[in-house]
Structures are given as structure tokens and as C-alpha cells.
């Protein structure tokens, strides 16, 4: 098993940047494709960007392309979130993944997860 924890999140306004990050341990980090997932309230957990074992592959949701940037250390075992210009509607819930299978944007693809960091963006 592999555990994930979050940190870095907390309020931006409107236009800010702010980077989160995932910490893992406990199984080789660089077997694991990594993903970032949100879930606003009252909502559905959603795929924001996904990276691969050794980071030259990345996936994201359209509403992100172009504004967040997805990155990983091996030899930190950590990943990143680097989110600019951000928009109100990215308050949430962010959630790191890891899954032994191939880049997904499915939640139910990713087997370990982490418990989530708050970040909230005012207008």
C-alpha cells in the first residue's frame, strides 16, 4: 500500500496562485501514475490532472488546461498542483491519487488516496 497525505491548501482570491502537494509513502512512489481530483460540496469528486510513473505524460480537465500544472519528485515521493489564475469555481476538496494501472481520469481507477485538503478561492 502506498499512503498520500495533502497539504498546502488554504484561501486565494480570485486571479491568485496556489500549489498543493502529496507526500507518499510506504511502496515505491515511481510504480504509481498520479492523479489530482477535487469535490466541490455538494458535488461529485471530479479528475483534475493526472501524471505519469515518471512524469513525462500529463492528463487534465479542459476547465484547468493551460492554468494548472502538474508535477512530481521521485525522489521526494511527492507530487504537486501548481494552480494559477484561479477561478472561484475551484473551491474545493483536493484529493491526491495513486493507482498501479494506466493514466485515468475514472475515480474508481485509483486505489489509494489521501484525505484531502481544502482550498478555497473568493471572488
Known amino acids: 500500500q502506498v499512503q498520500l497525505v495533502e497539504s498546502g491548501g488554504g484561501l486565494v482570491q480570485a486571479g491568485g496562485s496556489l500549489r498543493v502537494s502529496c507526500a507518499a509513502s510506504?511502496?515505491?512512489?515511481?510504480?504509481?501514475?498520479m492523479g489530482w481530483f477535487r469535490q466541490a460540496p455538494g458535488k461529485e469528486r471530479e479528475f483534475v490532472a493526472a501524471i505519469s510513473w515518471g512524469g513525462s505524460r500529463t492528463d487534465y480537465t479542459d476547465s484547468v488546461k493551460g492554468r494548472f500544472t502538474i508535477s512530481r519528485d521521485n525522489a521526494k515521493n511527492t507530487q504537486y498542483l501548481q494552480m494559477n489564475s484561479m477561478k472561484p469555481e475551484a473551491t474545493a476538496d483536493y484529493y491526491c491519487?495513486?493507482?498501479?494501472?494506466?493514466?485515468?481520469?475514472?475515480?474508481?481507477?485509483?486505489?489509494?488516496w489521501g484525505q484531502g485538503t481544502q482550498v478555497t478561492v473568493s471572488s
Open positions: 510506504g511502496r515505491t512512489f515511481s510504480n504509481y501514475v
Open positions: 491519487a495513486a493507482t498501479r494501472a494506466s493514466m485515468a481520469r475514472r475515480v474508481d481507477a485509483y486505489a489509494y
